[in-house]
């Protein structure tokens, strides 16, 4: 009997498996993916009854175009390989497609959804391009057709430009960072607009704007930028990313810059407009002068002095239509006087003498002489005439009449 050791036993199974099997598809479903830092992809295939174990080494990952993710069903391109130490074998993996899709399409999604989440398709963070600019960049192949269409549309709308290409490559495998790379730079140069793009192609000639790499240098760009890739019904990462994305390079140019007739009509417009509006301030402010001139003559000195000397002459003559009045009033006052004077003396010295009549009665009717002589006596104390209310017990007065004075002394008071 002949005894095989394990390392030769292992060595006659790889032979057989690896010439057996140099090259499989084998679909299934992604598991337990560890991204190594050697750049290896180690994970295992499984369907509903079986796993088995793969690797994909770095210079083959690094060419996928799509992101490995737990639970993706892939077909699997690729070798049996057999690990020696362990005795284990595996599918050597050269490359990977997603079933059911291709892995241009899942990585155009899924790049999509990453930068989605990450914000960079957010319309607040878009800036707004210039509206005449002064300097762009065209950041595209220096030999490609799209060049000459934008260099063409710009010579024939607007040509106040000055104008720098970035020649670059915009398809293979280096193009994404010849691409992001002239972005950084011209970011740099204060130019107003970038204009990043190419013609059309399939989706891998127009891969290169789908790459991680160009949607970062875009999204971190200061300078506004337009993404101009491809035809109207072709659509990238950058398209999305851009502050404006433009349908064809041509279609940017007209998007970036003004038209220079329609600038044209424009100024004609605002010719006519500011005509129309200079002369109507020029008639308001006409019809303003005229006010002011009319009321200037209206408040102005010598109308003011020429107002109060018709005044001066008005009240004169009211002064002297009022005299000439008072003056016949007192005239025919003075002719009433001179009429009626006479009789009025007359009158005053007849109700003089009427009152000096009376007064002398009134004197006679009242003089102790005239007075009826009987139970009448002046009372008087200490030389001063008083009532007799006046006195109180004990004092002494004096009684006078016409012939009699007697002295007296109060004995008794009694008011009645």
Not at 254 to 276: H, K
Not at 348 to 366: D, G, I, R, W, Y
Not at 396 to 410: G, H, M, N, P, T
Request: net charge neutral; proline share 2%.
């Amino acid at each position: 009997m002949h005894t095989l050791s394990v390392s030769a036993l292992n060595e006659q199974i790889k032979g057989l498996i690896e010439t057996t099997f140099e090259h499989v598809f084998v679909e299934g479903e992604l598991s337990r993916i560890t991204f190594h830092n050697s750049g290896h992809i180690y994970f295992t295939l499984k369907d509903a009854n079986s796993t088995i174990k793969a690797v994909m080494f770095r210079t083959n990952a690094m060419r996928l175009k799509f992101e490995l993710k737990e639970g993706l069903k892939v077909i699997l391109d690729g070798a049996i390989t057999l690990y020696k130490p362990r005795g284990e074998y595996q599918i050597n993996c050269f490359n990977i497609e997603p079933s059911g899709k291709g892995a241009l399409a899942l990585a155009y999604e899924q790049l999509k959804e990453k930068l989605s989440e990450k914000g960079y398709f957010d319309s607040a963070r878009k800036k707004t391009l210039p509206r005449f600019p002064s300097r762009i960049a065209l950041i595209t192949s220096a030999t490609g057709a799209a060049l000459q269409d934008m260099l063409r549309v710009a010579n024939s709308r607007y040509r106040l430009l000055e104008i720098d290409v970035y020649d670059v490559l915009v398809q293979g495998e280096s193009a994404s960072f010849a691409i992001a790379n002239a972005i950084n730079v011209s970011d740099t140069k204060d130019y107003d607009l970038l204009i990043v793009g190419r013609g059309g192609g399939s989706i891998e000639d127009l891969w290169a704007f789908n790459e991680e790499r160009v949607a970062d240098a875009v999204f971190r760009a200061k300078t506004p930028i337009i993404s101009a890739v491809g035809h109207e019904i072709d659509w990238v990462i950058s398209d999305f990313v851009a502050d404006l994305r433009a349908p064809t390079p041509s279609a940017a140019m007209e998007m970036a810059l003004p038209d220079t007739n329609e600038l044209y009509q424009y100024l004609d417009s605002l010719e006519s407009q500011m005509t129309q509006i200079l002369s109507q301030k020029i008639a308001r402010k006409s019809q303003e002068l005229a006010h002011l001139r009319s009321s200037y003559a209206q408040h102005s000195i010598e109308k003011k002095l020429s107002q109060k000397l018709q005044e001066i002459g008005q009240l004169k003559e009211n002064f002297n239509q009022n005299i000439g009045f008072k003056i016949q009033n007192a005239g025919r006052e003075i002719e009433h006087i001179k009429n009626t004077f006479p009789n009025a003396i007359e009158m005053v010295f007849k109700l003089a003498q009427n009152q000096v009549l009376h007064l002398t009665k009134m004197l006679e009717s009242n003089h102790p002489k005239f007075k009826v002589k009987k139970g009448f006596a002046q009372i008087s104390k200490e030389h001063r005439v008083i009532e007799i209310s006046e006195l109180q017990i004990n004092d002494e007065f004096e009684l006078q009449s016409d012939a009699v004075r007697i002295s007296a002394k109060v004995i008794n008071k009694e008011n009645i």
